[in-house]
């Protein structure tokens, strides 16, 4: 198993720029979720989703949105990028809520 | 949003020596959590706790869920360089169903 994969890896936007950041897992997890992380900082919770087609809004929603098509993806997408956007962004994904979550390696964006 | 104050925000030991670092919540948890972050990538599990006094070891870590179900503990043996990286303490408060709310981590580093 690949595990959880992101791309991409890294990204520079300008202000006003718009991308999706994509999130594919092949462990057949039902729950998937973004994070961000600022320097120095842990991890604030931006969507997840519990199963195709249902998504739900976590602790910092404000400038994504996401789609959950198929169980497998997961993409995160930035219409009008801003520089507080700036960060680490995180996928994650579990079998149930009991359940460890399992992250990929991460996207790197800067917005200048 | 729901917060976890993670102690100490960062640690310098000697290699050899033991590392203690703990969670403290306001709310209610039903599973502990522990992760740690290399740098540059996402964090990876270490430790799950579901049943409040529980203890549970994995290798030279050895972690515990609070009997208030508002803490948790982590503990390092014997820290070698390896250990260096950022640990984080996460759980979904009773209330939030899937939802992980992340402590703000503990740096370490450890010296040779």
């Known amino acids: 198993n690949a595990g959880v994969t992101q791309t991409p890896k890294f990204r520079i936007l300008k202000i006003g720029q718009s991308m999706t950041l994509q999130c594919t897992q092949d462990?057949?997890?039902?729950?998937m979720y973004w994070y961000r992380q600022d320097p120095g900082m842990g991890l604030k919770l931006i969507y997840y989703s519990v199963g195709a087609g249902i998504t739900d809004k976590g602790e910092v929603p404000n400038g994504y949105n996401v789609s959950r098509s198929t169980t497998e993806d997961f993409p995160l997408r930035l219409e009008l990028a801003a520089p507080s956007q700036t960060s680490v962004y995180f996928c994650?994904?579990?079998?149930?809520?009991?359940?460890?979550?399992?992250f990929g390696p991460g996207t790197r964006l800067l917005v200048l | 949003g729901q917060q976890l104050n993670q102690s100490p925000q960062s640690m310098f030991i000697q290699e050899g020596e033991d590392v203690s670092m703990n969670c403290t919540s306001s709310s209610i948890f039903n599973t502990w959590l522990w992760y740690k972050q290399d740098p540059g990538e996402g964090p990876v599990l270490l430790i799950a706790?579901?049943?409040?006094?529980e203890l549970t070891s994995n290798g030279r870590l050895t972690a515990q869920f609070g009997i208030t179900r508002k803490d948790s503990f982590l503990n390092i043996s014997a820290s070698i360089p390896s250990d260096v990286g950022i640990y984080f303490c996460a759980g979904p408060p009773i209330t939030s169903g899937s939802r992980l709310t992340f402590g703000e981590g503990t740096q370490l580093t450890v010296n040779p």
């Open positions: 994650a994904s579990s079998y149930t809520t009991r359940e460890t979550q399992y």
């Open positions: 462990m057949n997890h039902n729950y």
């Open positions: 706790l579901y049943k409040a006094g």
